[in-house]
């Protein structure tokens, strides 16, 4: 997955425009969360919530959060 267009909100936190898509609802409004330091080739582990369906899930295998110590997330 290539992302573009990244426009932080603070430091963790950001917009990102990519193909990513809610895997509860299929939308594509996310707000997603760093939650890895960025390695040299600039990929960084990150968690996803939808604002439509206010699903909170782990970009890469899906694992869905009702509470998330890592985002201070909590449905």
Known sequence: ?????????????????????????NGTDLESNRI????????????????QCNTHFDHLDGETFSICEKCNYSS
């Open 36 to 51: 890895s330091e960025i390695e040299k080739d600039g990929y960084f582990d990150m968690h996803h919530t939808c604002n």
């Open 1 to 25: 997955m290539i992302c573009i267009g990244i426009g932080y909100i603070h430091e963790y936190r950001m917009k990102i425009k990519c193909g990513c898509h809610c895997i509860k609802c």
